[in-house]
């Protein structure tokens, strides 16, 4: 995978034959981890404040559950974002595809770069020029990005101009569709199958518990489904919780399931 373009707010690759347009969502992300840290903190003081103090414990423990659903929401609407704002550039099917919007290169005259003055200060855009309105491909950035503007903008007309034209191409980027195909199906299976027994748990065994015999400690259940879909959050933000063979191996993921585990142990530990 080749990376075009690389922002603040936008990342724009190319596999295969496919330009893929997606914003970035590194702030939503580090936000809602540091929120899940956050309430395992303010579980863990709830805990230790809960004898003494037991008032302020009670309300340690409240603010941990607000903080991770607010957390867990954040997350949610990052990936939702994430998905609906992408762009696919696919030579080898011969559209571009944004949102329900799908245009076909035939309809394409040209993909250039756009000056705008908004505020006396010059923003640039990538768009596709049609016969009937110009499409955004590419959002609003600072002139110091003019040079991979205009890189990306070369590649995305090299590919409108050619097509489908070569076989090779396009099986790999259909095997590249496939598993991002494989990637959103798993994701959002993630999240609607751990906020369905989230909530099925919360309303039949609200007080079940995971344990073993003389462990003295255990976890509370029903809250597992929210991790299961906070995971899939991830996974649909494009980072491979559950790894895909061949692919490049990055910490990130690593990272991000322990840290997703951890905050479920913290905030769902119980002692018996």
């Given at each position: 995978?080749?990376?075009?373009?690389?922002?603040?707010?936008?990342?724009?690759?190319?596999?295969?034959?496919?330009?893929?347009?997606?914003?970035?969502?590194?702030?939503?992300?580090?936000?809602?981890?540091?929120?899940?840290?956050?309430?395992?903190?303010?579980?863990?003081?709830?805990?230790?404040?809960?004898?003494?103090?037991?008032?302020?414990?009670?309300?340690?423990?409240?603010?941990?559950?607000?903080?991770?659903?607010?957390?867990?929401?954040?997350?949610?609407?990052?990936?939702?974002?994430?998905?609906?704002?992408?762009?696919?550039?696919?030579?080898?099917?011969?559209?571009?595809?944004?949102?329900?919007?799908?245009?076909?290169?035939?309809?394409?005259?040209?993909?250039?770069?756009?000056?705008?003055?908004?505020?006396?200060?010059?923003?640039?855009?990538?768009?596709?020029?049609?016969?009937?309105?110009?499409?955004?491909?590419?959002?609003?950035?600072?002139?110091?990005?003019?040079?991979?503007?205009?890189?990306?903008?070369?590649?995305?007309?090299?590919?409108?101009?050619?097509?489908?034209?070569?076989?090779?191409?396009?099986r790999g980027a259909d095997r590249d569709g496939h598993a991002a195909e494989?990637?959103?199906?798993?994701?959002?299976?993630?999240?609607?199958?751990?906020?369905?027994?989230?909530?099925?748990?919360?309303?039949?065994?609200?007080?079940?518990?995971l344990t073993r015999p003389r462990l003295g400690f255990a976890f509370l259940f029903w809250p597992l489904g929210i991790w299961i879909a906070?995971?899939?959050?991830?996974?649909?933000?494009?980072?491979?919780?559950?790894?895909?063979?061949?692919?490049?191996?990055?910490?990130?993921?690593?990272?991000?399931?322990?840290?997703?585990?951890?905050?479920?142990?913290?905030?769902?530990?119980?002692?018996?």
């Amino acid at each position: 995978m080749e990376i075009l373009l690389k922002s603040g707010d936008t990342l724009v690759s190319e596999e295969n034959g496919v330009v893929t347009v997606r914003p970035r969502m590194v702030f939503p992300l580090v936000l809602s981890l540091w929120g899940l840290a956050t309430a395992a903190g303010l579980h863990a003081l709830s805990d230790v404040l809960s004898g003494p103090l037991s008032d302020v414990g009670a309300l340690a423990r409240w603010g941990a559950a607000a903080v991770a659903a607010a957390s867990l929401l954040l997350l949610l609407a990052a990936g939702c974002i994430r998905v609906v704002r992408r762009i696919r550039i696919e030579a080898p099917n011969g559209r571009i595809v944004k949102g329900r919007t799908v245009l076909a290169f035939r309809d394409v005259d040209g993909i250039h770069v756009r000056s705008n003055k908004v505020l006396d200060q010059e923003i640039l855009t990538i768009v596709a020029r049609t016969g009937v309105k110009d499409v955004l491909l590419v959002s609003g950035h600072a002139p110091r990005y003019r040079d991979a503007l205009e890189r990306t903008a070369k590649r995305m007309e090299f590919y409108a101009v050619r097509g489908n034209r070569e076989p090779g191409a396009a099986r790999g980027a259909d095997r590249d569709g496939h598993a991002a195909e494989g990637r959103r199906f798993t994701g959002w299976a993630m999240v609607a199958g751990g906020a369905v027994a989230s909530l099925s748990a919360f309303l039949t065994v609200p007080d079940l518990v995971l344990t073993r015999p003389r462990l003295g400690f255990a976890f509370l259940f029903w809250p597992l489904g929210i991790w299961i879909a906070a995971a899939g959050l991830v996974v649909l933000l494009g980072f491979p919780l559950l790894r895909v063979r061949g692919r490049r191996r990055t910490v990130w993921p690593t990272v991000l399931f322990l840290l997703l585990f951890a905050s479920y142990c913290a905030v769902c530990f119980r002692p018996v």
